[in-house]
C-alpha cells in the first residue's frame, strides 16, 4: 500500500518561507502526478499547486508567483517551496496522488496525514 509522508511545516512570520516535502512508499514504479492542497480552519480544502512526471506545474492564482512545486522522481517526493508566506496562506497542507503504478498494481487518490502551516502577522 502506498504511503505518502508529509513535512516541513511550522510556523513563520509573514513574509517568511517554508518547504514541504511529501514522500511517497510502497514499492512504486511509477508516480503519474502530485498535488499540495490545503484547508484552512471553517474553508473548503483548495488546491495549491501540482505537478506531472514531466515537470508541467500548475498553481492557483493565489499563490502564483510565491510558491513553487517540484518532483523528484528518484526520490518519489514532492516538494513545495512557499516563499513571502501571508497570514491566508495558514492552514493544514496535504499531498495526493491521483495515480500511483506500483509492483502490485494501481493505487488511486493517495493522501497525506497533512502538515500545519501558520503564518503569524
Known amino acids: 500500500q502506498v504511503q505518502l509522508v508529509e513535512s516541513g511545516g511550522g510556523l513563520v512570520q509573514a513574509g517568511g518561507s517554508l518547504r514541504l516535502s511529501c514522500a511517497a512508499s510502497?514499492?512504486?514504479?511509477?508516480?503519474?502526478?502530485m498535488t499540495w492542497f490545503r484547508q484552512a480552519p471553517g474553508n473548503q480544502q483548495e488546491l495549491v499547486a501540482g505537478?506531472?512526471?514531466?515537470?508541467?506545474?500548475d498553481y492557483a492564482e493565489s499563490v502564483k508567483g510565491r510558491f513553487t512545486i517540484s518532483l523528484d522522481n528518484a526520490k518519489n517526493t514532492v516538494y513545495l517551496q512557499m516563499n513571502s508566506l501571508k497570514p491566508e496562506d495558514t492552514g493544514v497542507y496535504y499531498c495526493n496522488a491521483p495515480r500511483i503504478t506500483t509492483a502490485r498494481g494501481v493505487e488511486f487518490d493517495s493522501w497525506g496525514q497533512g502538515t500545519q502551516v501558520t503564518v503569524s502577522s
Open positions: 510502497g514499492r512504486i514504479l511509477m508516480i503519474e502526478s
Open positions: 505537478i506531472t512526471n514531466g515537470g508541467r506545474a
